[in-house]
């Protein structure tokens, strides 16, 4: 009774499941078809039924049997949706194998034996069912645990190639920029280290594009195309340039600073009386224009040199010059004083040359090398050789004038008593003189002197017409007792050959002492002595008695 039941209910199961499995089989099928067009079966699924078949004679079977269980229902649907181990009616023909799929490189296939319990009470009659396959088929090993899925294939994931990106590198000025790692594109995420490198006499100023700033090195990400530019400055240099002396310095180009490399042209200008020397600092040597190469700051030197000039006195007739600074040389600009000294019985005349005029002393500016002529003349004014003018010559006090007689005195030596000559003094008053300290002396050639008068010494000159009075300074003496004729009888006559040749002052150089030799002494030296009322003495003339 209990086999009934359990017959009755799975017959039940079919015809619910039969529907269902069908349609799920025409699909599966389509899509098996589809996915595997080399799978194709031809079964024939027609059914055929005996009407003498015991199974419907026997109580409790259904006139309605399970048609192509074993085909349309997989084997293991059988032993899941229906009651396990119970009995089925068979075939007596062997199961067609169903082919096996290959399995996947990551599978492995475990064989399974099912179990079946055939039943050996029934023989049941199945229509006849044939199919061709395609392919080689292989036995189907059914499985008890779970339902038969086929596992589909892996779908193997294409590895993506990651992107790359390149670095474009700019440069303005002048240097170069390194990058670590060095490559012609990089994979998205790389850090690339960017070092910039400038060129000499460049100075690197900073990024921009893709970077920024001065940073160096500095690391770009390279999530993108990148560009990048590096800007290179030149580095800019000063010249100082000094001078030494007078002068000035020009530079070509001219400009307050020069790019790294730039040569510039020194050229030195002398001042007026000075001459170039020499460079010193950054700049050695003479040449004159020189160049010099700006890579870095440079100071330069330029020494100039005063140039030296000499000033040469010359002198026409019977003087002298001294010089105010005495050198051998001047520099350009300096000033010197030039004072004319005339000789006795000469006159300071003109200067000539470089400096004209008559002032003296007189100044000249040294502009070079310069020539300079002090012009002097004889004294033809005072004293007179010859009859007294009422004019004369103040001759002060240590002052020498030497005068030329034209006449010579005619020395004979043998105690002649005549007068040989007169000095006719200044008519201080209107009837007398006021005689003054004088000396006087007599050459033939200006070189050896012989004195035959001296008012001063207090020694009485006894071989004059004034023997008979005191020598002092300004002595009053009458024209009663003088040589000439009156209104100008001043003259101190004087017997040279009976002169005595006293001592002198050391002044009157070259005087001997003595008597005077014979012979004709053409030269006359007046002398006043310093030390009495410091008026020197007044000559009118001298004439020579013959």
């Not at 051998?328 to 000294?341: E, F």
């Not at 008053?429 to 300290?437: E, G, K, L, R, T």
């Not at 000439?484 to 005087?511: E, R, S, Y």
Request: proline share 10%; hydrophobic share 35%.
């Amino acid at each position: 009774m209990k086999k009934i039941e359990t017959a009755q209910r799975d017959s039940l199961l079919v015809l619910i499941i039969l529907p269902v499995g069908i349609l799920l089989m025409l699909l599966v099928g389509q899509l098996a078809i589809r996915l595997s067009p080399e799978w194709q079966y031809d079964a024939d699924m027609r059914s055929y039924l005996d009407p003498d078949s015991d199974y419907l004679n026997q109580p409790g079977n259904s006139p309605i049997e399970p048609v192509l269980v074993d085909i349309l229902t997989p084997p293991s649907w059988i032993d899941v949706f229906l009651t396990p181990n119970a009995t089925y009616p068979t075939r007596t023909n062997s199961p067609t194998p169903s082919p096996t799929p290959t399995p996947l490189p990551s599978q492995t296939e475990i064989p399974v034996t099912p179990t079946f319990t055939p039943s050996p009470t029934r023989t049941i009659r199945y229509p006849t069912l044939t199919f061709t396959p395609t392919v080689t088929p292989t036995p189907f090993v059914p499985t008890r645990t779970s339902t038969p899925t086929r596992t589909p294939t892996a779908t193997r994931t294409p590895t993506a190639t990651p992107r790359r990106y390149t670095l474009t590198i700019n440069i303005v000025g002048n240097g170069t920029v390194t990058r670590n790692p060095n490559q012609a594109t990089y994979p998205a995420g790389a850090n690339v280290q960017l070092t910039a490198i400038p060129g000499p006499g460049w100075i690197f100023s900073g990024w921009s594009g893709a970077l920024s700033g001065p940073a160096n090195p500095a690391t770009v990400l390279m999530d993108g195309n990148k560009t990048v530019t590096a800007t290179f400055t030149q580095i800019q240099y000063t010249l100082t340039i000094n001078i030494g002396g007078s002068g000035t310095v020009t530079r070509n180009p001219n400009q307050a600073t020069y790019p790294a490399g730039t040569s510039v042209l020194l050229t030195a200008n002398a001042g007026t009386g000075w001459t170039f020397t020499g460079w010193s600092g950054d700049l050695s040597g003479s040449n004159n224009p020189d160049t010099i190469i700006m890579d870095g700051d440079k100071t330069v030197t330029a020494t100039f040199t005063a140039i030296q000039y000499t000033l040469t006195i010359n002198t026409a007739g019977s003087g002298t010059v001294t010089k105010n600074p005495d050198q051998a040389t001047y520099q350009y600009g300096d000033i010197v004083q030039l004072t004319a000294q005339a000789d006795t019985n000469w006159n300071f005349d003109s200067w000539s040359g470089d400096l004209s005029g008559s002032t003296n002393p007189e100044t000249i500016t040294i502009s070079g090398n310069q020539t300079v002529t002090a012009n002097f003349i004889v004294d033809t004014n005072e004293p007179d050789v010859g009859q007294p003018d009422g004019n004369y010559r103040q001759i002060n006090d240590g002052e020498i004038l030497v005068i030329d007689l034209g006449t010579a005195i005619e020395v004979i030596g043998d105690g002649e008593p005549n007068y040989d000559l007169v000095c006719y003094d200044y008519g201080y008053f209107p009837d007398a003189i006021a005689m003054d300290w004088t000396i006087l002396q007599i050459s033939t050639d200006q070189v050896n002197w012989y004195t035959i008068f001296y008012w001063g010494d207090y020694i009485q000159d006894n071989h004059s017409n004034v023997g008979g009075f005191t020598e002092n300074d300004n002595e009053v003496i009458l024209f009663d007792y003088l040589y000439g004729t009156l209104p100008l009888k001043t003259g101190i006559a004087i017997d040279v050959d009976n002169a005595p040749g006293v001592a002198v002052p050391g002044a009157l150089t070259n005087t001997i002492p003595g008597p005077v030799p014979p012979g004709s002494y053409r030269y006359l030296r007046i002398y006043a002595p310093p030390g009495g009322d410091g008026d020197g003495t007044g000559v009118d003339s001298i004439d020579v008695l013959t």
